[in-house]
């Protein structure tokens, strides 16, 4: 029953993600400025929670984004897989300590690969399919570079402020975290 | 977790999608993707509204070009209003005259020939303007000019075929033969010739004048009626080494902004 309810919070928590990135798409679609929420939000989760397990919400959010997408099924599903093993990896294996710097070159990391490997993805199915198409690399570039500094900015501030909350209501984790997070005598910001 | 852990943790993931693709390409998903889509749409349209508002308020500021050409739009479509509204005025402004010009010639029956002014002349001591109206409907030297119910502003000075000058009340050449709505209905000339008033000379020196008394036309000169509006009283000079006494008139109509006024013709 305790892992039911675990399991349905966590699916909420996931759609209401879903949600939230969906809608500032819907909100400001007219800008080139694109917030990745859900990369976002996969990096503060790595960041702050250790559990392998939470990894296994990215089936209903890849679900839910090829639900509203109009790329063939299986693109983002891909796209989000390997960037989030990219996100895990660095900040699990190879950054093991949490710092400001660390968690944009991760939120880099994996918007980078998220997007490559969605547009390859998109570009191959044009090119196999031998369809007609507008897709510019400048513009696939320019806007992935938008879309990496809005992410990669938005997640630091947010990275600071779920740091400087849990160090005020929760002293003795925050403790905890920074003892494991430094455990390689890295230098620390927060 | 270990490595080793987070390795199989992503290969069970992965097989994970290949069995969501494969369940999609065999069409099994497709309850569970309307079922998503209905959850979620409400809350979508409800974002997407929201994002087409701030477009329409915000949009332009994204597009420089687009920026660019919204403001020339704006510009150009200020200046069309601003030239409509002007345009408006005027013709309230001439609709407002013709109508006082219509009420003054049902008044007193006697001909008129509407005219716009078309030039001015105020230079030096000539306070003239041109008529848009000329000989060829009738209009000749001499004839008096009135605007709104019958306040006169001039006489006509000079000719054309099409055109005419007429010259105004306050030029120094221009003499009009007047009389003050006092108790005495005193007799004078009116003269320009003193800036934008005009002076009532030769009025007799025993009659009272007050400030504020009405000045119009005495008819006792050809082609000028009794009854015109000349204006009022504003200042009295009476001397006493001075067989006349004078007065400082206020013309009752604006000499500067004249547009529709109307030429007197009598038989």
């Given at each position: 029953m305790k892992n039911f309810i675990k399991t349905a919070v966590y699916l909420l928590i996931t759609a209401a993600i879903f949600i939230a990135h969906y809608s500032l798409l819907n909100i400001f679609?007219?800008?080139?400025?694109?917030?990745?929420l859900i990369l976002s939000a996969i990096v503060l989760t790595t960041a702050f929670i250790r559990?392998?397990?939470?990894?296994?919400?990215i089936i209903p959010l890849a679900f839910f984004m090829e639900t509203f997408s109009?790329?063939?099924?299986?693109f983002i599903c891909l796209a989000l897989l390997l960037s989030t093993a990219t996100i895990h990896w660095l900040l699990?294996?190879?950054?093991?300590n949490r710092s400001i710097p660390i968690i944009a070159l991760t939120t880099a990391a994996g918007i980078c690969i998220y997007r490559i490997c969605f547009d390859f993805l998109i570009f191959a199915n044009w090119f196999l399919r031998d369809q007609s198409s507008v897709f510019s690399f400048g513009t696939a570039f320019f806007d992935m570079g938008m879309e990496l500094l809005i992410t990669v900015f938005f997640t630091v501030v947010f990275y600071v402020i779920i740091s400087m909350i849990t160090r005020i209501l929760f002293p003795r984790k925050a403790l905890i975290f920074e003892a494991q997070s430094n455990s390689y005598g890295q230098k620390k910001y927060f | 977790m270990t490595r080793r852990g987070s390795i199989r943790l992503f290969v069970i993931l992965s097989a994970v999608f290949v069995v969501l693709i494969f369940l999609n390409y065999l069409g099994r998903l497709d309850f569970a993707k309307n079922f998503v889509s209905r959850l979620f749409s409400d809350e979508f349209v409800v974002s997407n509204d929201i994002g087409t508002n701030l477009y329409r308020e915000t949009g332009f500021l994204m597009d420089k070009k687009y920026f660019l050409e919204a403001y020339d739009k704006c510009v150009a479509k200020s200046q069309e209003v601003d030239s409509l509204k002007i345009k408006s005025d005027l013709l309230v402004e001439e609709n407002e005259g013709l109508k006082k010009l219509i009420g003054f010639r049902a008044r007193t029956k006697i001909q008129l020939i509407p005219a716009k002014i078309i030039g001015r002349n105020f230079d030096g001591m000539d306070k003239s303007v041109m008529i848009d109206q000329g000989s060829l409907v009738g209009v000749a030297v001499g004839q008096s000019v009135i605007v709104g119910d019958g306040i006169l502003v001039g006489k006509i000075s000079k000719t054309e075929d099409e055109t005419a000058f007429v010259r105004l009340?306050?030029?120094?050449?221009n003499k009009v033969a007047a009389t003050i709505l006092n108790k005495d209905r005193s007799l004078g000339v009116v003269e320009g010739g003193y800036g934008i008033s005009v002076r009532m000379n030769f009025i007799p020196r025993n009659e009272t004048i007050m400030i504020g008394e009405l000045v119009i036309t005495?008819?006792?000169?050809?082609n000028v009626p009794k009854g015109l509006a000349i204006g009022t009283v504003a200042a009295i000079e009476n001397e006493a080494y001075q067989p006349f006494q004078q007065a400082v008139l206020t013309p009752s109509a604006d000499l500067s902004k004249l547009s529709t006024i109307a030429v007197l013709v009598l038989n």
């Amino acid at each position: 029953m305790k892992n039911f309810i675990k399991t349905a919070v966590y699916l909420l928590i996931t759609a209401a993600i879903f949600i939230a990135h969906y809608s500032l798409l819907n909100i400001f679609f007219f800008t080139s400025a694109e917030y990745h929420l859900i990369l976002s939000a996969i990096v503060l989760t790595t960041a702050f929670i250790r559990k392998d397990v939470l990894l296994w919400l990215i089936i209903p959010l890849a679900f839910f984004m090829e639900t509203f997408s109009s790329a063939p099924f299986g693109f983002i599903c891909l796209a989000l897989l390997l960037s989030t093993a990219t996100i895990h990896w660095l900040l699990n294996i190879i950054f093991t300590n949490r710092s400001i710097p660390i968690i944009a070159l991760t939120t880099a990391a994996g918007i980078c690969i998220y997007r490559i490997c969605f547009d390859f993805l998109i570009f191959a199915n044009w090119f196999l399919r031998d369809q007609s198409s507008v897709f510019s690399f400048g513009t696939a570039f320019f806007d992935m570079g938008m879309e990496l500094l809005i992410t990669v900015f938005f997640t630091v501030v947010f990275y600071v402020i779920i740091s400087m909350i849990t160090r005020i209501l929760f002293p003795r984790k925050a403790l905890i975290f920074e003892a494991q997070s430094n455990s390689y005598g890295q230098k620390k910001y927060f | 977790m270990t490595r080793r852990g987070s390795i199989r943790l992503f290969v069970i993931l992965s097989a994970v999608f290949v069995v969501l693709i494969f369940l999609n390409y065999l069409g099994r998903l497709d309850f569970a993707k309307n079922f998503v889509s209905r959850l979620f749409s409400d809350e979508f349209v409800v974002s997407n509204d929201i994002g087409t508002n701030l477009y329409r308020e915000t949009g332009f500021l994204m597009d420089k070009k687009y920026f660019l050409e919204a403001y020339d739009k704006c510009v150009a479509k200020s200046q069309e209003v601003d030239s409509l509204k002007i345009k408006s005025d005027l013709l309230v402004e001439e609709n407002e005259g013709l109508k006082k010009l219509i009420g003054f010639r049902a008044r007193t029956k006697i001909q008129l020939i509407p005219a716009k002014i078309i030039g001015r002349n105020f230079d030096g001591m000539d306070k003239s303007v041109m008529i848009d109206q000329g000989s060829l409907v009738g209009v000749a030297v001499g004839q008096s000019v009135i605007v709104g119910d019958g306040i006169l502003v001039g006489k006509i000075s000079k000719t054309e075929d099409e055109t005419a000058f007429v010259r105004l009340i306050s030029d120094n050449q221009n003499k009009v033969a007047a009389t003050i709505l006092n108790k005495d209905r005193s007799l004078g000339v009116v003269e320009g010739g003193y800036g934008i008033s005009v002076r009532m000379n030769f009025i007799p020196r025993n009659e009272t004048i007050m400030i504020g008394e009405l000045v119009i036309t005495s008819g006792l000169e050809p082609n000028v009626p009794k009854g015109l509006a000349i204006g009022t009283v504003a200042a009295i000079e009476n001397e006493a080494y001075q067989p006349f006494q004078q007065a400082v008139l206020t013309p009752s109509a604006d000499l500067s902004k004249l547009s529709t006024i109307a030429v007197l013709v009598l038989n």
